[in-house]
C-alpha cells in the first residue's frame, strides 16, 4: 500500500488502494483558450465516480483526454499509480479503459451479438465468423450484468429501446477485460424507468469490482450511484465530495461558484 | 471477461424455437419493416401473370433462357452495386467500366497473331477491374469527394476510354469460343441436373451443420420443420429451372456463373469479418470507426469489388452480343444494374441489403424488359414502366424504414 496519491488532497479520501487511473495537474490548450487548467482527478477500482460541471466545464475534454484523442499539455495520467502515455484509442483499451459515449456508437442495422462483437470478431479456423461462440458469449454477458429485458440476441439494435441500447453499449464496454468504464450522460436521453435500469448496471458494474466513471448533469443521478464527486468549473476541479457527506446543494455551489485558482482570460479583470 | 466471472445458469439443452413463435417473430419483423425478399418475389408474380395474361409465349422454355442470358450481365453489375450501396454510398460508372472490361477483352483476343491465351485476358481484364475500383476509392476516400461525384466523373472518363480503345475500328467482332460460350453455350442436360442436385445437397449440409454446432452450443434453433422446407424450396425451385430450361436449349453456361458468383459473395458478406464490416460502415461508420475498424479500406475495397464484378458483366455481355462496338457500356446497363439491386431489396440508404437482391431485381428487370419486348412496345414504354417499378421499390424502402424508425424507438 504506497501513500495516497491524492495531489491536492482537498478533502479527505477514503485512504486504502492505488486509484487505478489518475490524473495529476492536467492541462489542456486549444489556441487561446485553457480548456482544462491543472486537473486532478482520480478513479478506483470497485467505486463510482461522478465527474460533473455545467455545460463547457471541461468533461468532455477530460474524456477525451484519457482516451487519449486528445494529448495533453501538461502533467501527468497515472495508471495504478505508475505514470502512462494514452496516445490513442487503442492505448485505452489495452489498458483496460472503455468508453460509452452518449451517442452509444451502435450501429442499428446490426444485430446484439453483432455490435458487441464489432471490430473483435471471432474467427473459425477456415476465417469464417464464429457465430455461435459470439452468440453463447453474449447471451452470458448479458447474463452476468443482469440485462434480462432482451428478448433475443440476434434482434437489430434498432428495434430496441434507448435503456436497453444503453445497456448493450455498457455490455459492450466491460466484455473486452476492461477495468476502467467511462459513461458520458448515460441517462440523458431515458425515461424514469430506464434510467432506473441503467443505473442500476453502473452500481453492479462497481460491486463487481470495475472502476466506473460517470459524467453527468444529473445531480439525483449521481447521487444515486456514486461514491465520489469531482466537481469541474471552467476546466479546473473545484471540489471533491464524498456523495454520502455532502448535498446536492453543496454541489451546485460548486459547480456554479466554486472557488477557481486561476481566472481564465486573465486579462479581463473579473468584474466585481 | 476476466473481470466479470459470474455463475452462470446453463442454458437448457439445445432449444429449438417453436413453429408458432418461429412464425410471429417473422410477422414481427415484417411488420418492424424487415420486409426481406417478399415484396419482389410478390412483383415477379405480378409480372408474370400480367405478361402471361398479355402474351401467351412470355412463359415459354424458350423465353426464360432468353430471360436468363439477358437478365445475368445486370445481376452480375448488380452484385458490385450492392457492395456500394451497402456502405450508403453509389457508383454511376459501372455502365462504361463495364463497357472498358468488354472493350479490352474484345481487343486483347484479336486474332493478330499474338493472341494471349484467354484466360490470362480474362485474368488481365479482371485486374483492370480492380484498380479502375481501387482507383475510384482512393480519389473517394483520400480526398474525400462524395462517391456520386467521383462516380460521376467516371462515367464521363470510362466512356470516353472505351471510345479511344476502340478508335477507328467501330466493332470489334469476338471470335473466342471460350468468352463467346459463357452466354451462348448450355450445360448438358444430365450435368445441368448433377449441378442442382449439387447445389441442394451442400445447402442442406450446410444447414445441418448449422443446426449441430448451435445446438452444441446450446443455442436457440430454427424449427427442423423451417429448416426442412427451406432446403425443399431450395430443390424444387432449382429444379424447376433445370427442368424448363432442359425443354429448350439448356442451362446457359452464364446462369451457373452468376450462381457461383452469388453463392461467394454472399459468403464474404455474411461469413466474413470484411462482410461483418461493410454492414457496420454503412449502418454507422462512426461506430465502425471507433470499434477500430478501418473505414477507409472497406470503402477502397467495396468500390474495387463493385468495378470488378463491372468488368464481369461487361465479358457476358460482350458474349451474348457476340461483339464490342462504341457503344459497349451505354445504354440501359447502369441504371438497369442500379436499379436491380434496389428493386432487389438492397436500401439506398446503406447498411441493408443482400447479394441476392441483385439476381431478384435483376430478374424483374429483365422479365419487364423481355416482356414489355414480346407486346411489341416501343423502348420509350420500357423505360417508363421500368422507371415506374424503380421508383415503387424505393417507395417500398423509404416506408419500410419509416416503419423501422417508428417500432426502434418503442
Known amino acids: 500500500m504506497t501513500a495516497t496519491t491524492d495531489g491536492g488532497g482537498l478533502r479527505e479520501q477514503p485512504a486504502g488502494a492505488v486509484a487505478l487511473l489518475e490524473l495529476k495537474g492536467v492541462s489542456k490548450r486549444f489556441g487561446a483558450v485553457q480548456a482544462l487548467h491543472e486537473v486532478d482527478f482520480d478513479v478506483r477500482a470497485g467505486e463510482v465516480t461522478a465527474l460533473v460541471g455545467d455545460n463547457g466545464a471541461g468533461k468532455s475534454v477530460t474524456i477525451k483526454c484519457i482516451a487519449g484523442i486528445y494529448p495533453i499539455d501538461d502533467g501527468e495520467v497515472l495508471w495504478e499509480g505508475r505514470p502512462v502515455t494514452i496516445s490513442g484509442p487503442k492505448d485505452a483499451s489495452a489498458l483496460g479503459i472503455e468508453i460509452v459515449y452518449q451517442d452509444l456508437a451502435l450501429a442499428d442495422n446490426l444485430d446484439v451479438v453483432q455490435n458487441m462483437y464489432l471490430g473483435r470478431e471471432e474467427t473459425t479456423r477456415l476465417r469464417a465468423l464464429d457465430e455461435t461462440k459470439m452468440e453463447r458469449r453474449c447471451s452470458k454477458t448479458l447474463a452476468s450484468l443482469s440485462v434480462t429485458t432482451i428478448r433475443s440476441v440476434r434482434q437489430t439494435v434498432a428495434g430496441l429501446s434507448g435503456g436497453q441500447r444503453q445497456s448493450i453499449a455498457v455490455a459492450k464496454a466491460v466484455m473486452w477485460n476492461s477495468r476502467l468504464v467511462i459513461l458520458d450522460e448515460p441517462t440523458a436521453a431515458l425515461g424514469v424507468a430506464q434510467t432506473r435500469q441503467v443505473l442500476d448496471l453502473v452500481k453492479r458494474l462497481a460491486e463487481q469490482g470495475l472502476a466506473v466513471m460517470l459524467v453527468s448533469h444529473n445531480l439525483h443521478d449521481i447521487f444515486e450511484v456514486a461514491d465520489r464527486i469531482t466537481v469541474l468549473r471552467l476546466g479546473q476541479d473545484v471540489a471533491r465530495f464524498n456523495t454520502k457527506q455532502t448535498t446536492q446543494r453543496e454541489v451546485v455551489e460548486a459547480i456554479t461558484a466554486g472557488t477557481l485558482s486561476t481566472v481564465p482570460g486573465q486579462e479581463e479583470a473579473p468584474v466585481l | ?410
Open chain 2, 1 to 410: 471477461m476476466s473481470t466479470i466471472t459470474p455463475p452462470l445458469p446453463t442454458p437448457a439443452a439445445a432449444p429449438t424455437a417453436t413453429i408458432g413463435a418461429y412464425a410471429r417473430r417473422w410477422a414481427d419483423n415484417v411488420r418492424g419493416g424487415e420486409l426481406g425478399s417478399l415484396p419482389i418475389i410478390l412483383g415477379l408474380l405480378v409480372i408474370c401473370v400480367v405478361f402471361q395474361v398479355q402474351n401467351d409465349r412470355f412463359l415459354t422454355a424458350g423465353n426464360f433462357v432468353n430471360l436468363m442470358v439477358q437478365g445475368a450481365p445486370f445481376a452480375l453489375v448488380a452484385m458490385g452495386i450492392v457492395f456500394v450501396l451497402l456502405l450508403g454510398e453509389i457508383d454511376l460508372s459501372v455502365g462504361y467500366v463495364s463497357g472498358v472490361g468488354g472493350v479490352i477483352t474484345a481487343l486483347l483476343l484479336l486474332p493478330d497473331g499474338s493472341t494471349p491465351p484467354t484466360a490470362l485476358v480474362i485474368l488481365a481484364v479482371l485486374g483492370s477491374g480492380l484498380i479502375i475500383g481501387t482507383l475510384h476509392g482512393l480519389i473517394i476516400t483520400k480526398i474525400g469527394i462524395p462517391s456520386f461525384v467521383v462516380t460521376l466523373a467516371g462515367l464521363l472518363a470510362w466512356n470516353g476510354v472505351v471510345l479511344l480503345l476502340i478508335g477507328s475500328r467501330g466493332t470489334i467482332v469476338l471470335q473466342d469460343d471460350l468468352i463467346i460460350g459463357f452466354a451462348n453455350d448450355f450445360v448438358p442436360e444430365g450435368a445441368a441436373w448433377v449441378l442442382m442436385l449439387l447445389a441442394v445437397g451442400a445447402y442442406a449440409a450446410v444447414q445441418l451443420w448449422g443446426l449441430r454446432t448451435r445446438a452444441a452450443a446450446g443455442l436457440e434453433n430454427d424449427p427442423l420443420l423451417i429448416v426442412g422446407l427451406r432446403v425443399l424450396g431450395l430443390f424444387l425451385a432449382l429444379a424447376f429451372v433445370v427442368w424448363i430450361v432442359n425443354e429448350d436449349r439448356g442451362l446457359p453456361y452464364v446462369a451457373v456463373l452468376v450462381g457461383l458468383l452469388l453463392v461467394f459473395w454472399t459468403y464474404i458478406l455474411r461469413r466474413t469479418v470484411f462482410g461483418r464490416h461493410v454492414y457496420a460502415v454503412g449502418g454507422n461508420a462512426e461506430a465502425a470507426r471507433r470499434a477500430g475498424i478501418d473505414v477507409d479500406r472497406i470503402k477502397i475495397i467495396c468500390f474495387a469489388i463493385c468495378s470488378l464484378m463491372a468488368v464481369v458483366g461487361g465479358i457476358v455481355l460482350a458474349s451474348r452480343l457476340r461483339s464490342v462496338d462504341t457503344n459497349a457500356g451505354g445504354g440501359a446497363i447502369l441504371l438497369y444494374s442500379i436499379a436491380a439491386a434496389v428493386i432487389g431489396g438492397t436500401s439506398l440508404f446503406g447498411g441493408r441489403g443482400h447479394i441476392k437482391s441483385a439476381l431478384l431485381g435483376a430478374l424483374v428487370i429483365a422479365s419487364i424488359d423481355n416482356g414489355l419486348g414480346l407486346l411489341g412496345l416501343s423502348s420509350g414504354t420500357k423505360f417508363v414502366v421500368t422507371g415506374l417499378v424503380l421508383l415503387l421499390a424505393v417507395a417500398v424502402d423509404s416506408i419500410s424504414r419509416r416503419g423501422r424508425e417508428q417500432s426502434g424507438r418503442a
